[in-house]
Structure formats: structure tokens, C-alpha cells
T-cell receptor, first 114, second 112 residues
Framework: NAGVTQTPKFRVLKTGQSMTLLCAQD?????MYWYRQDPGMGLRLIHY???????AKGEVPDGYNVSRLKKQNFLLGLESAAPSQTSVYFC?????????????FGPGTRLTVT | GEDVEQSLFLSVREGDSSVINCTYT??????LYWYKQEPGAGLQLLTY?????DMKQDQRLTVLLNKKDKHLSLRIADTQTGDSAIYFC????????????FGTGTRLLVSP
């Protein structure tokens, strides 16, 4: 099992450009999450999904969109990137029957917006 | 608010004990957690404590919980260079959907 993988690992964008971050998991987990991590701050939840075809907003959803067309994939989109979106983005997944702390994290995507 | 606070940095020598502190916000949290993030990697659950416990020991790790002061600590005995990482405490927020609220993270540097 590869676990949770994220693509790409690094990316530099110019302000106003768009991009999609891909998260894939091969553990058949129902729940998936996107977080951002900024210096001196903990991980903050952007969006999450409780199953294929469902998405919901977390605590910092503005400027991001998500889609969960397939159970194994959770996509995070930036339509018009801003410097404030410079961050490290982590995806996580967990089984529906598991506890909230049983999240498996991906290795992260470091995004810089200039 | 949802601020879970930690000191930003801790430096110790190999073999010493490390104590990482955390102040959380939600007194109804059933569990409190410690996660470890190694360089270039995602978070991994290190240990956790149930809210009706004061202390939990797991090999070199000791978790202390003071519910009255909403204070959580992680003690690492005989700290090794491999323990160098960022440590996050986390609590559970129940706002219709259970989610983890992470602390600001403490970077532990262990020198030989």
C-alpha cells in the first residue's frame, strides 16, 4: 500500500494562476481532509469529504474548491492563487469507522505564490 | 476561540529529558493527542490520553493532563537525535462534525 500520496511535492505559482493539488489514498477510506500548515500555526482544515461525491467546508475554505469524484481521490483547487495561499498543504484520510485521530497524512505539497 | 498554544522551540542535549507543553481550549475534549512531524513528512500520531486520566506512560513518553488548567504536556525521557521533529498537540472539536484542532507546534532540536 502506498498510503496517502500527494501530487505535486512542490510548486511555484504566480499570483492569479490556477492549479489543482491531487491527493490519492489506496486504503478505501471514506473520509478525506485537506489542511494547510503555516509557520507558527497548527494545521488548519480547509475542506473535507465524508464520501465520494460529498464535500464540506472546514475552517479556512475561502479561495479553495474541492472535488471528490472518486473515492480514492480528493482534489484541492486554487482558481486564482494569492500570496496568502503560500503554505504547505497536507491531505489526510481515515476510515469511517475509525476515530477522528486515526488520520493518515500525506507527505505534503509545498506551494509558493509569488 | 480555537487557539491551542505551544511554545515554538525547544533545544536539548541527547540523553536529557524534553518537556513540551500545550494549553488547549475545549474542556469537553474526550481525548487529547500528540503528533510528531519529521522533516518533509506528514503528521503521525505519537500518543494520546483520555480526558479522565491524569497521566499516561508509553515507553519513553509520559503524557500529563491537568484538566483544571487545560494543560497538556509530553515528556520524552532519554531524548535521542531521532526525536528531533515538530510536535503538535491536538484536541477534538465537536461542531456537528468531529475535527481535530492542532496546536501551533513545538520544534524540538536534539543536539549530540
Amino acid at each position: 500500500n502506498a498510503g496517502v500520496t500527494q501530487t505535486p511535492k512542490f510548486r511555484v505559482l504566480k499570483t492569479g494562476q490556477s492549479m489543482t493539488l491531487l491527493c490519492a489514498q489506496d486504503m478505501n477510506h471514506e473520509y478525506m481532509y485537506w489542511y494547510r500548515q503555516d509557520p507558527g500555526m497548527g494545521l488548519r482544515l480547509i475542506h473535507y469529504s465524508v464520501g465520494e461525491g460529498t464535500t464540506a467546508k472546514g475552517e479556512v475554505p475561502d479561495g479553495y474548491n474541492v472535488s471528490r469524484l472518486k473515492k480514492q481521490n480528493f482534489l484541492l483547487g486554487l482558481e486564482s492563487a494569492a500570496p496568502s495561499q503560500t503554505s504547505v498543504y497536507f491531505c489526510a484520510s481515515r476510515p469511517q469507522q475509525g476515530a477522528v485521530h486515526e488520520q493518515y497524512f500525506g507527505p505534503g505539497t509545498r506551494l509558493t505564490v509569488t | 476561540g480555537e487557539d491551542v498554544e505551544q511554545s515554538l522551540f525547544l533545544s536539548v542535549r541527547e540523553g536529557d529529558s524534553s518537556v513540551i507543553n500545550c494549553t488547549y481550549t475545549d474542556s469537553s475534549s474526550t481525548y487529547l493527542y500528540w503528533y510528531k512531524q519529521e522533516p518533509g513528512a506528514g503528521l503521525q500520531l505519537l500518543t494520546y490520553i483520555f480526558s479522565n486520566m491524569d497521566m499516561k506512560q508509553d515507553q519513553r513518553l509520559t503524557v500529563l493532563l491537568n484538566k483544571k488548567d487545560k494543560h497538556l504536556s509530553l515528556r520524552i525521557a532519554d531524548t535521542q537525535t531521532g526525536d528531533s521533529a515538530i510536535y503538535f498537540c491536538a484536541e477534538v472539536m465537536n461542531t456537528g462534525f468531529q475535527k481535530l484542532v492542532f496546536g501551533t507546534g513545538t520544534r524540538l532540536l536534539v543536539s549530540p
